[in-house]
């Protein structure tokens, strides 16, 4: 078949899925359809039970719901006093937050101290990995060579697909491990492969933790400040849980439910995170904040600022979607507490990367949006900035490129997804299985020879 036969071919088939697809959105209320696995009032389904995460952002008060400032907590603690006990005592968070979403505790001085040496541990990948499986195969896009990297290794593997909870939380310390290098030679592999610069790989430095690794490992000359480190180690942890509702949290449930082995669980979640909906979110917000500076002659005008969001709203600027990104969240209402504690703490770093302009600029976008949405939507809706409206600016200054955001996202939502597989695995026990009503009419068979053509 030519060429030109084959795109027409697909054309037809296009056009014939697609007019197939149509669904009546009258049908979803008809027959009371949860669309998006939402209520009406915009709650989420209660399809299961977790310890792992709490997200809350209302409370009810004489059957009414009633905003509230966000709160989200790890296996019953809340994250802003989980940060506030490590961040200002100077200590790095992760590895600590790690081990309490596996095993539901606050690990001791000398329990973190062992299971960040057991991280160190498990980080280099298995030999001949990097050439074969990331270098012979580079990819412009980093989550789908993440993605075929995790499921490559199931191949390396001596006991791949028993479920026991010592063989899966075993799995889970080497993927938490592995993936800081995963990304970061994937990212080298594009950088070499796709956009013709020098190639440079380094092994993990075993006396390093997570986020310093993930410095070292994607920085030209491996170099870092101590502030950097701790902002990128504060990012990790924010992002490490959000509750068992968020899309890739459940796929990670669904797949588990089914019996898969780790890896084909973890290579769905993260195309789950892929999204431009879910952890793909912070590349948007970003561009869209770039596309304000270069459009804006004062940012420190809050009328120019004003317009500029306006122009957004009615499809008139940067992707004529009509969405200003990072501002509203499925669940957070009068605000997204991991935003807050981003924007705390970034602070300082805002200072000594001389970035106050563009930090200050952000915190007005952040106030006014909400207004704004309300004037041109004419809508009463209560909206706040997420945190992928203030990460992307974080990873800016920490000068890691935009190609990165969501695989950061995914190296530290790797804990999130472990804790709930394991948590499925011991308290699941039923394949989920949700039901979809068909509203396709029932029809007799054709033979071919009287079908139309």
């Given amino acids: 078949m030519s060429n030109v036969d084959k795109d027409k071919m697909i054309k037809s088939l296009t056009d014939n899925a697609s007019n197939k697809s149509h669904i009546n959105p009258e049908l979803y209320a008809k027959y009371n359809v949860k669309r998006g696995l939402r209520n009406n009032d915009g709650t989420g389904v209660l399809v299961g039970l977790t310890e792992v995460g709490e997200v809350m952002s209302y409370i009810v008060d004489d059957a009414e719901r009633v905003p509230v400032e ?26 600590e937050i790690v081990y309490l979403l596996l095993t539901g505790e606050l690990p001791t001085t000398e329990q973190v101290d062992e299971f960040t040496e057991l991280l160190a541990s498990c980080r ?43 063989n899966v939380v075993r799995q889970s310390i080497e993927l938490i ?25 380094r092994d993990p430095n075993p006396e390093y933790n997570t986020a310093q690794n993930i410095l070292h490992l994607i920085r030209p000359d491996g170099k870092f400040t101590e502030l950097e480190a701790r902002i990128l180690d504060l990012a990790l942890v924010v992002h490490a849980e959000h509750g068992g509702g968020n899309n890739s949290s459940f796929v990670t449930h669904a797949v588990s439910s089914t019996g898969s082995d780790t890896y084909s669980v973890i290579a769905a979640a993260i195309g789950s995170l892929k999204g431009p909906q ?79 302009d563009i930090y200050n600029l952000y915190l007005t976008v952040e106030r006014v949006a909400p207004d704004v949405f309300h004037e041109v939507k004419k809508s009463d809706k209560i909206v706040c900035a997420n945190v992928d409206y203030f990460a992307g600016f974080v990873y800016s200054m920490l000068d890691i490129p935009p190609v990165l955001f969501t695989p950061l996202f995914a190296c530290a939502r790797i804990a999130g997804w472990s804790a709930h ?13 949700p039901a979809y009503k068909c509203v396709n009419k029932r029809r007799a068979y054709v033979p071919i020879e009287e079908r139309d053509n």
């Fill in 124 to 166: 280099n990948l298995p030999d001949n990995f990097t050439e074969d499986m990331i270098l012979k195969a580079p990819s412009p896009d980093i989550m789908n060579k993440l993605a075929r990297s995790v499921l490559a290794l199931y191949s390396y593997d001596d006991n791949p697909d028993s479920t026991s909870i010592d």
């Fill in 177 to 201: 491990a592995r993936f800081p290098v995963l990304i970061s030679y994937a990212y080298a592999a594009r950088r070499h492969y796709v956009e013709h610069n020098s190639l440079y790989l």
């Fill in 421 to 433: 597989r394991i948590e499925e695995l011991v308290s699941g026990g039923r394949i989920m299985r």
């Fill in 278 to 356: 879910h952890g793909g979110a912070s590349n948007k917000a970003y561009a869209m904040m770039q596309d304000l500076m270069a459009n804006v002659d004062d940012i420190t005008d809050e009328s120019q600022i004003r317009a500029y969001l306006a122009k957004i709203l009615r499809k008139e600027a940067f992707d004529k979607s009509g969405l200003i990104y990072g501002i509203g969240h499925a669940v957070y209402t009068l605000s997204d507490p991991r935003t807050k504690l981003l924007t705390k703490y970034a602070e300082q770093l805002a200072k000594e990367k001389g970035k106050m």
């Fill in 70 to 95: 966000g709160k989200l907590y790890y296996q019953g603690y809340e994250v802003k006093d989980l940060v506030n006990g490590f961040y200002n005592k100077g200590r790095f968070g992760y590895e």
